[in-house]
């Protein structure tokens, strides 16, 4: 069973930064493109990044130059560093593969409020 668990959230002032992991249950992980989507209050999810099998990143305008994402295909982690944030931030955030294939974890709640 495809499961994912995120990590690393927290209430933050604007400006500053949170490192984001997930951790995920699959097989064949190094083939599968990642993403970390966020679900914002009153809103829809919405794809933030995503990481292919090869490296190559893609970001939302809204975080590009402020996030980056990254993974460790030996220990089956995907992260997302998150700089200079700001309050539209806030938001639980998700990982999933690139397409949103599988079960949603618990995501992670990012505050950003001064």
């Known amino acids: 069973q495809v499961q994912f668990v995120e990590s690393g959230g927290g209430l933050v002032q604007p400006g500053r930064s949170l490192r984001l992991s997930c951790a995920a249950s699959k097989s064949n992980f190094r083939l599968d493109d990642m993403a970390w989507y966020r679900r914002a209050p009153g809103k829809q999810r919405e794809f933030v990044a995503r990481?292919?099998?090869?490296?190559?990143?893609d970001y939302a305008d809204s975080v590009r130059g402020r996030f980056t994402i990254s993974r460790d295909n030996a220990k089956i982690m995907v992260y997302l560093q998150m700089n200079s944030l700001r309050p539209e931030d806030t938001a639980i955030y998700y990982c999933?593969?690139?397409?949103?294939?599988?079960?949603w974890g618990q995501g992670t709640q990012v505050t950003v409020s001064s």
């Open positions: 999933n593969t690139g397409f949103g294939d599988y079960p």
């Open positions: 990481i292919r099998s090869s490296g190559g990143a």
